[in-house]
């Protein structure tokens, strides 16, 4: 797995920041395709085994707005795809919020 990235509303691309791997701060990197009206975070050049991306924890911080995750979600939905090192090959991709379900975490 050499990258995971979240497709988010356009209005959100500038408003995710602090991503982490295990812990340790990474470089956002962000991206518009403007003809799904789409923008995306992503981690990249992660080098992990699926050993490693079974067991690996990835985090963000979304602000304003974007940290309610029905408003980052685009249209309903937190997709996330993840690629290998050539980054030819895509998938699976997977929704981690349909609708409005959404799933929290409670200090």
Not at 15 to 36: C, D, E, I, M, W
Not at 54 to 72: E, K, R
Not at 83 to 107: M, V, Y
């Amino acid at each position: 797995m050499d990258k995971l990235e979240f497709i988010v509303a356009p209005g959100c691309r500038f408003k995710v920041t602090k991503l982490k791997v295990n812990g340790q701060s990474r470089a956002t990197s962000t991206s518009h395709y403007p003809q799904f009206d789409a923008a995306s975070f992503k981690w990249t050049s992660l080098g992990l085994t699926p050993a490693e991306a079974s067991s690996t924890t990835f985090c963000f911080t979304a602000v304003g707005s974007c940290a309610d995750l029905s408003v980052l979600a685009l249209q309903g939905r937190l997709q996330a795809s993840i690629f290998d090192a050539s980054r030819s090959e895509c998938c699976p991709t997977f929704s981690l919020l349909e609708g409005g379900r959404r799933r929290t975490r409670r200090a």
